[in-house]
């Protein structure tokens, strides 16, 4: 949080200086305020939250200016005041964060600051001046957008290797607590996939409005065409442990090679994550997958063990879609399956209506998947 924090102290003062000594504001609180909401130490949509930022305060300030100077102040035009305010910036937009700021600026106008001759106009533009500022520190005093998303994504490469380990040696040890263990842990990794999305916004945007790293938006690309397919490969994993603790805790016959197949995607997302890193091609770890790929062949285990190399499969497009293949190109590495049309784990999660498996071609006869 250490970057994000040394922009909102520079910019804040820097705000504050502009608003009072150049623009000759006696209170510009709203500068600096403006500064420290569109910075925050979270990740992403900064240039969103500036217009939002502005434009809620531009409501709230005059919402607040024509109503108080017309009825006065006290309880119940506070209310009134609050309540058009917000009205209004939910009907412009129902964003939070201008919703949030057209109330909490009628509120000050209808109790600190009540309208005088141009007060209202000067804490509009104080709104803009901060977030100006804002942007101007997160372009010339940026964290560098690859190394944000270099250090975001390492948790979710991570993640998903360690599922993948985990699970084998659980198949291998026939470990029902090791497989549970692996799937909690598993389902723990949606926070990592959130802040590497976010981590990859606010890269792009770095990238957009700062000259020092302009020049670093391609570093961001591999990283981009990896996120959704990670997320599916994360999302696969979880079904896969799932199944593996119904395999384990009951008679199942599984394939003694599946844990070494397992471990090798492991290994294989590790090298994506390094080479990504690197910013060098992802050959090393595209050519790992494929070996995986090529190894697969269309022997039926029963019902819980081809659950779990349909899943497998499924891991295997996603990891080769994250090294850049296209979908019907990773499905075609695949040898086609026999797969009964009626197969399907009765105990998979739901996942949303419009999702698909994302290793079975559109017109292919192999099992439907869901993910968590």
Request: proline share 6%; hydrophobic share 45%.
């Amino acid at each position: 949080m250490a970057p994000s924090i040394g922009q909102c102290a520079v910019g804040a003062a820097i705000a504050w200086l502009v608003a009072k000594d150049l623009l000759g504001h006696s209170r510009p609180f709203f500068a600096p305020i403006a500064v420290v909401i569109c910075i925050g130490v979270a990740l992403g949509q900064r240039m969103r939250r500036v217009v939002e930022l502005v434009v809620g305060v531009s409501l709230g300030v005059g919402v607040g200016d024509l109503l108080v100077s017309r009825i006065g102040s006290g309880a119940w035009q506070i209310a009134l005041v609050v309540a058009l305010a917000m009205g209004v910036a939910v009907l412009l937009d129902s964003g939070s964060l201008i919703v949030l700021q057209a109330g909490s600026s009628a509120v000050l106008v209808a109790t600190l600051l009540p309208p005088s001759g141009s007060g209202g106009f000067d804490r509009m533009v104080d709104a803009l001046v901060g977030g100006l500022m804002g942007l101007a520190a997160v372009a010339l005093l940026p964290t560098s957008p690859s190394a944000l998303a270099r250090r975001h994504a390492k948790g979710t490469f991570g993640a998903l290797a360690d599922a993948l380990r985990q699970i084998a040696e659980a198949i291998e040890n026939r470990d029902v607590r090791l497989a549970t263990d692996a799937l909690e842990e598993a389902r723990g990794s949606h926070k990592n996939v959130e802040e590497f999305r976010q981590a990859l916004e606010t890269g792009k945007e770095i990238a957009t409005i700062s000259p020092l790293h302009r020049h670093r938006r391609p570093s961001l690309e591999g990283y981009e065409q990896a996120a959704v397919p990670l997320d599916h490969a994360l999302r696969n994993a979880r079904v896969l442990a799932r199944r593996a603790i119904v395999a384990l805790d009951g008679p199942a016959t599984l394939p003694p090679w599946l844990p070494r197949e397992l471990r090798e995607l492991a290994d294989a997302t590790l090298m994506l994550r390094d080479d990504l890193a690197a910013e060098r091609s992802p050959e090393r770890a595209r050519r790992a997958i494929l070996a995986v790929a090529s190894r697969q062949g269309a022997e039926r285990w029963g019902f819980s063990a081809d659950v779990m190399i349909a899943q497998l499969r499924s891991i295997i497009v996603d990891l080769l879609q994250a090294t850049g293949i296209d979908r019907d190109e990773a499905v075609a590495t695949l040898p086609p399956l026999d797969v009964h049309p009626d197969d399907r784990s009765a105990d998979e999660e739901d996942e949303p209506p419009d999702s698909k498996d994302s290793s079975s071609p559109r017109k292919s006869t192999q099992r439907p998947t869901k993910r968590t």
